[in-house]
């Protein structure tokens, strides 16, 4: 499959990538690693004009314990031992990201950011053609909650869940300088489902950043899919917290794979923390939030299954946080 | 006909040579090699990233030149199945896989040397799990992968 010609900018600095896509405006791509865009773009899906490549510019490419760039490589954090050891949950969630092929390309910031995806939106243009296309790309109506207003894609980036767990921040940079904001804020659950992230105009991510009480914290992450070795998330599922002699300190769980936005259950945690952990409060726990989430048949695995797995993950993320060894993969 | 940018200039060290080339922005490192510099061992399989037939080293990593622009190369080092040998004969891995028999149709071939051939170089002595996690962006069709995985087993051992 070829590409469709497009004018392509390699800027080397993170000032230069927010004049550029300024300039460009509306007409223009920013391209990460590109596992994600470049099928999209042989696929027909969403052409831009122009892309903005991310890979020249040094301050993104760059990552401590603290402060990761969003070009970091996700295989570069999957092989760093320290960085498993100091956030065990997103160590957990990087790893189970695509293949270790994948891995070599992709970035953390482009997995963030990754498209929402759908049965009738990841196609060929000839198929989508055939159909009708849909809100996402070229159409008006959704196929698979039938209207014309919201899109109901889904979130399938592993990273944002497990991020979100242990309070990691992002930050941005636009044409009003930087700001840094909690990770889910990156996503919009009030919006029409079609823009995938909340970003200002020609603002990028920078980085991700992580609070000192996140680091060394007992963390996990679940991933259901079709093939354990490649495919997205049908449900990602991360925990973060500590459990001291069977009482919660602290808890924080939180999903992505089921709806257009990933998801922090605090509602259901907050009133954990605190108390002792036993079957009772733990399955009535995993039953709330397993209620909560409205996954659409929008993905290989039917929604009613992936809402109940919904419950076994969440009861096998808490007995781990009160358990097991830290951020065990699912 | 089918539209192109123009070409632009584009220098990389293709198996540790260094080239100097030119294509349009939206050549992809896949079509550049087979298509430009007529290295047709690198195979075109899904052409989306999901079975890893195109899988070349980048400064010596093992990812998919399918998903990733040519432009992306430039001042980088790129190495493809054409320069995992040595000068005469087969590379341990490529033997192993002759010896072995971990090739049927022999498509996906080519991908395999190439993630085997880098593991190795990183880990002399895998584990069989750590072999399995390797070549798990690489999809064979014919083998049912034991064969494979024992090539590569054989190929670290020695044991050929």
Not at chain 1, 188 to 212: C, K, M, Q, T, W
Not at chain 2, 131 to 150: F, H, P, Q, S
Request: aromatic content about 6%; charged content about 25%.
């Amino acid at each position: 499959m070829h590409l469709d010609p497009f004018e392509l900018y390699r800027p080397s600095t993170v000032e230069e990538v927010v004049r550029l896509t300024r300039d460009l405006g509306a007409a223009c791509d920013v391209l990460a690693g590109g596992t994600d865009l470049l099928p999209n773009y042989k696929m027909h899906i969403n052409l831009k004009p122009n892309l903005v490549a991310l890979e020249e510019v040094e301050e993104l490419r760059s990552y401590t314990l603290e402060r990761v760039g969003s070009m970091t490589r996700l295989a570069d954090l999957d092989r760093d031992t320290d960085f498993a050891r100091a956030y065990p949950g997103v160590a957990a969630a990087v790893h189970e990201v695509a293949t270790p092929l994948v891995r070599e390309r992709a970035t953390v910031g482009g997995n963030l950011l990754v498209e929402t995806r759908c049965f009738f939106f990841n196609q060929t243009f000839p198929w989508r053609q055939s159909l009708g296309f849909c809100l996402k790309a070229d159409g008006d109506r959704c196929h698979v909650v039938p209207q014309k207003e919201r899109c109901y894609a889904t979130f399938s980036g592993d990273l944002a869940p497990a991020l979100a767990a242990v309070d990691a921040s992002v930050e941005l940079a636009g044409p009003d300088g930087r700001r840094t904001i909690p990770v889910l804020d990156l996503y919009d659950p009030g919006g029409d489902g079609i823009r995938r992230h909340r970003l200002r105009p020609n603002e990028i991510v920078v980085a991700v950043s992580f609070p000192a009480a996140s680091r060394g914290l007992p963390a996990n992450y679940q991933k259901l899919r079709i093939r354990p070795t490649f495919d997205f998330p049908e449900l990602g599922l991360a925990a973060a917290g500590l459990v001291e002699s069977g009482t919660v300190r602290s808890l924080a769980i939180a999903a992505g794979g089921l709806e257009t936005y990933p998801r922090r259950f605090d509602e259901v945690t907050r009133p954990l923390v605190g108390e002792r952990l036993n079957e009772t409060n733990r399955n009535a726990a995993s039953e709330a939030i397993m209620r909560s989430v409205r996954p659409v048949h929008n993905t290989f695995l039917a929604p009613d299954y992936r809402r109940r797995m919904v419950g076994v993950y969440v009861r096998r993320a808490l007995d781990r946080l009160a358990n097991g060894p830290p951020g065990v993969p699912g | 006909m089918r539209s192109m940018s123009p070409p632009r200039p584009l220098r990389l060290t293709l198996n540790d040579r260094p080239v100097e080339t030119s294509c349009p922005n939206e050549r992809i490192l896949l079509d550049l090699l087979r298509e430009d510099l007529n290295l047709t061992g690198t195979k075109r399989g899904c052409d989306l990233g999901t079975c890893g037939c195109c899988t070349v080293w980048i400064d010596g990593r093992a990812t998919l030149s399918c998903l990733t622009l040519a432009r992306s190369t430039e001042g980088h080092s790129v190495t493809t199945i054409e320069g995992v040998s040595p000068a005469t004969g087969l590379n341990p891995v490529q033997k192993a896989f002759v010896e072995r028999g971990a090739t049927q149709c022999g498509f996906c071939t080519p991908g395999f040397i190439m993630t085997a051939t880098a593991l190795l170089r990183d880990h002399p002595h895998p584990s069989r799990s750590e072999i399995t996690e390797a070549i798990a962006g690489n999809l064979c069709r014919c083998t049912g992968y034991t064969k494979i995985i024992e090539a590569i087993e054989s190929a670290a051992s020695g044991d050929r």
